[in-house]
């Protein structure tokens, strides 16, 4: 496994933050390697999610751990329900330094692929849905900035 670098907005790459990932066509040693490598990554920088198009691959697929040991890899996702909402406090690996609250979904239910190309379905809540709707949201281009009522700077003590 290796660390891929995280594109930052600001950074030159930011553009690709906002392009619309395209579906994976097969689920090969190329994608199971990249997934590996994003797990790899999201743990260095203490995340508790991150999507392909972070790491440059526009393709629709994240990696998500809301608890340590919980992980869950995602691709070709798609939330097949919603319901319910609660302020979620966020953050983003690509836009580090900064938190805020988004209004998210109580519950999803969300299917897709799993690390060996299977079909998969969960229910989450709370923490677990709002992670999985962070990360959905990167495959469309969307920043949680963009949906936060509002943005904060964080002390400098807490960025690390
Ligand atoms: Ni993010």
Known sequence: MALRTIIQRGEEREDWLRKRSRPVDKVDDRIKTIMDDMVETMREAKGAGLAAPQVGILRRMFVAEPEPGKLYYFINPEIISSEGARDSEEGCLSV?????????????????????????????EGFYASVMCHEYDHLDGILYTDKAKAVQELDSDEEE
């Open 96 to 124: 580090p330094g900064y938190g805020g609250v988004v209004e998210r979904p109580e519950r999803i239910t969300i299917k897709g692929l799993d690390r060996e190309g299977k079909e998969q379905e969960y229910t989450f």
